[in-house]
């Protein structure tokens, strides 16, 4: 009978025992450098607006009025086109608690649309993972706007998602919209730059471009946007050399309306008018123009408008004192000055004050009735063809000017466009 060496048996289970240690230490090493250098958290995401529904994940059913959405949640605007909402994408600060930091993305969902946060997420140690900070969307249908930070502390990748292709966005301080029907997405970029990934490869797109994604997956552009005629409308600079800033203190003696650039509620630049007066008080923003637009074809207005509060019912007894009033002032084809103007309240009676301005020329608009304390993306009709048929015609543009007036007033104006087709 053959005896085992006693000592060759216990090197075998000296060596085999060392090399599972040394698996296991250096499985425990790289399960560790990993952790350090790969592993990502979720971002905070908050929600803000009206009727927004949210299906969280692993429920049947929508909930309304709900202030944080998880990962994986979808959302449904409905049709009215005051029911809008917007993701702001916070990242977590290293001490744990807020930093005042500004969202690493805004998303604002319109009317008809349906989304689905699929992924958004940031690396877990920061100083030591160089990975970028990723969002993914995925748009069953509907319109988005994607908004990114300016500054960012390292590069955000993000990818909106259709049945037809991809939309990438990575560059700061980008603006862009993608639109996602049955036939086709279109994505539209208004500051910044996007990168459209399709069946028959990419397509880049530059600021004032668009670009589609067909059904069967082919992508086609660039075309030509309509051009903003408004230099730091986003107000992501500041506002000394573009804009002209006027708060005339009242005859009372009350202090002048505040006039701030900062970081609005939406997590995004805005202008805060800010009045507490017991006489009139006003404050303005303006911006020169002096453009020849006889030859344009078409003229439209898009704003971020929020009311906090107000203390005149409506626009005030002549329908001017509106918290929030965009005015296009401008030379008519006989050299005679005109205006155009659209108010926004958020304080209605049926008896006291005007939601019209009275001393206006015929027709007057009627003003624009907002909720409180919620962003509203307004966008006007088409200018031009609307002061040709009221028989004011515009051919030289003037000026824009965003005024507040009233008593006590706060309210804020943020990502403004004016929008032109020659």
């Known amino acids: 009978m053959l005896r ?7 090197w075998s289970v000296i060596i ?31 929600l803000t607006g009206h009727n927004v529904q949210v299906q969280r994940p692993n429920r049947t059913q929508y909930e309304v009025n709900v202030n944080s959405v998880p990962v994986q ?34 998303v604002t969902l319109f009317e ?38 300016v500054n960012p502390e390292r590069a955000t990748i993000i990818r909106v998602v259709s049945t037809v292709g991809v939309t990438e966005i990575n560059e700061p301080g980008a603006s862009v919209s993608v639109e996602v029907g049955a036939a086709r997405t279109r994505t539209t970029v208004r500051e910044g730059s996007a990168l459209l990934l399709g069946a028959n490869g990419q397509l880049p797109l530059a600021p004032d471009e668009s670009g589609e994604i067909q059904a069967n997956g082919q992508v086609t552009g660039p075309t030509e946007n309509e051009k903003n005629l408004i230099t730091n409308g986003d107000f992501a600079q500041a506002l ?26 939406s997590g995004l630049p805005a202008i805060r008018f800010l009045s507490r007066s017991f006489d009139y008080n006003e ?24 009311i906090h509060s107000q203390d005149l019912y409506n626009c005030g007894d002549k329908g001017t004192e509106c918290p929030i009033m965009l005015r296009l002032v401008y030379l008519d084809e006989n050299g005679n000055q005109q205006q155009w103007i ?20 015929l027709p007057r608009p009627e003003h624009e009735f907002l909720r409180l304390n919620e962003w509203t993306n307004w966008q006007s009709s088409e200018l031009l063809q609307e002061l040709r048929l009221v028989n004011r015609p ?19 104006v943020s990502q403004i466009q004016l929008l032109a087709t020659e």
Not at 16 to 41: D, H, K, P, R
Not at 283 to 306: C, G, H, K
Not at 343 to 361: E, I, M, N, Q, R
Request: net charge negative; proline share 6%.
């Open 342 to 361: 659209q108010g926004f309240y958020g304080l209605y009676s049926p008896s006291v004050g005007k939601t019209y301005c009275a001393d206006c020329a």
């Open 240 to 265: 000394e050399g573009t804009w002209q800033v006027s708060a005339p203190a009242p005859g009372s003696g009350d202090p002048p309306a505040q006039v701030s650039l900062a970081t609005g509620t």
């Open 16 to 46: 085999g025992a060392f090399a599972v240690f040394v698996a296991l230490a250096g499985g425990v090493i790289y399960s560790g450098y990993w952790w350090l250098t790969e592993s990502m958290v979720s971002l905070e995401i908050a």
């Open 394 to 412: 515009m051919a030289i543009l003037l000026y824009i000017e965003v005024t507040a007036s009233g008593h006590s007033f706060d309210s804020e």
């Open 283 to 306: 404050a303005r923003v303006r911006q020169d123009l002096n453009l020849n637009v006889s030859d344009f074809t078409s003229l439209r207005i898009l704003v971020d408008v929020l």
């Open 73 to 106: 949640s979808r959302l449904v605007t409905d049709s009215a086109l005051t029911n809008q909402g917007q993701l702001a994408f916070l990242a977590k600060p290293a001490n744990g608690t807020p930093d005042g930091q500004a969202p690493l993305a805004v």
């Open 4 to 10: 085992t060496n006693p000592n060759g048996v216990a």
């Open 112 to 149: 008809n649309t349906s989304v689905e946060i699929v992924q958004a997420s940031v690396p877990q140690f920061p100083s030591l993972n160089a990975q970028d900070n990723v969002i993914v969307l995925r748009v069953y249908t509907g319109r988005i706007r994607v908004t990114t930070n």
